[in-house]
């Protein structure tokens, strides 16, 4: 080290200079990880150490469980008894996870994912001319993403798989009663075909209730995305009276089967899916505020899903009720403002999207600006 020399003195050296404090590297990663995705998306330009760890999979699901959520623009339309999130007039969002959004153009095939915040756009394969719902699946221990599409053509319920960044066509899956219900005399009276919310084990599941003659089961088909595979159960005879009402919901991260009986909400949980073992005996959450709401004791109420003390209810006009099954009150009423612009909330995500290609092609034929 080079000693410094006071001006006027040469002959006095200085002390020198002090070395800068060091922080440990494990400290930076603590910092790194609690900033926002603009923010470190500058930091990977501070030296290749840093930007290899902020494109470490790793420090990715760490600040994803950091992040705090964002405010995003966005507009809701309902068309065809669908409600759906645009990203613009030509675009509508079918599901979001990890910090992605699954898009769709709303008359063509054409379909993509997108991270908002990075700009990255990941071009896929045509779906199913027919397709309605999209769902995607993401493993935060090894990055993998599965997407799952749903559809009906000539009155057959259909599902495509694909598994992003390493097919290059969908996968067409087999669903358990295609073609059977017709042949054997069967029919579906009511089908909850649509891909729900996932549960503990991974899956996704829809719901037919299917009548041969007076006699009627409601089945539950759990599609399991990662093993590609169905698995199918059927409601236990006589735990409820008939089947206009009964709906299939997400009972704390279990599959369950729900029925509003007088101001009641009865719900049998299907406790373990591969064992097809269902609860003993039924829940039964009363709903007290329908004793001073007599307006709502006449609205079909669809239960949506149980999220510890939260229990959300859907009613006339896409409104979502949320009920404190504790306390037994309404926590809040969320209306849905259709056809309008209006603030939603999302968790941004650093999560990159493999094998993109030709992005500037995909953004002038789904008609972004």
């Not at 949980?269 to 064992?275: H, I």
């Not at 006009?317 to 403002?337: H, Q, S």
Request: charged share 25%; aromatic share 10%; glycine share 6%.
């Amino acid at each position: 080290m080079v000693p410094r020399y006071q001006s006027g003195d040469q002959g006095r050296r200085l002390d020198p200079a002090p070395k800068a404090p060091k922080l440990p590297f494990e400290m930076i990663i603590e910092i790194l990880s609690w900033l926002t995705v603009d923010a470190l998306l500058r930091m990977k330009s501070v030296c290749k150490k840093w930007c290899a760890l902020i494109e470490d999979h790793h420090f990715i699901v760490k600040h994803m469980y950091r992040a705090s959520p964002q405010q995003i623009k966005c507009q809701y339309s309902r068309k065809h008894d669908q409600v759906a999130l645009l990203h613009s007039k030509n675009i509508r969002c079918m599901s979001r996870v990890a910090g992605l959004f699954v898009e769709k153009h709303h008359s063509l095939p054409v379909c993509r994912i997108r991270n908002p915040v990075i700009g990255h756009v990941l071009d896929l394969p045509n779906a199913h001319m027919d397709v309605c719902r999209m769902k995607c699946a993401f493993d935060s221990l090894t990055g993998d993403a599965k997407l799952v599409s749903a559809y009906i053509h000539n009155d057959e319920v259909g599902y495509e798989v694909m598994s992003i960044g390493q097919d290059g066509d969908w996968r067409a899956l087999k669903h358990p009663n295609q073609g059977l219900l017709k042949k054997n005399g069967k029919w579906a009276t009511r089908r909850q075909f649509f891909l729900t919310d996932e549960v503990h084990d991974g899956v996704y599941f829809c719901s037919e209730i299917i009548t041969d003659g007076e006699d009627w089961c409601l089945e539950v088909q759990a599609l399991d995305p990662w093993n590609e595979c169905f698995i199918t159960t059927t409601l236990p005879q006589g735990v409820f009276n008939g089947c206009k009402r009964v709906w299939v919901f997400n009972w704390n991260q279990h599959i369950a089967v729900g029925d509003i009986v007088e101001q009641d909400l009865h719900v049998l949980v299907l406790e373990d899916l591969k064992e097809q073992k269902w609860s003993e005996n039924k829940i039964i959450v009363p709903l007290k505020f329908l004793q001073h709401q007599p307006l709502l004791d006449d609205q079909v109420l669809i239960p949506v899903k149980a999220d510890c003390d939260e229990l959300k209810l859907r009613y006339k006009g896409g409104k979502t009720l949320f009920y404190d099954m504790n306390n037994e009150v309404i926590k809040k009423v969320v209306y849905k403002w259709f056809d309008t612009d209006l603030l939603g909330f999302y968790k941004p995500s650093l999560v990159s999207l493999k094998g993109m290609r030709q992005d500037e092609r995909v953004r002038l034929r789904m008609g972004i600006d």
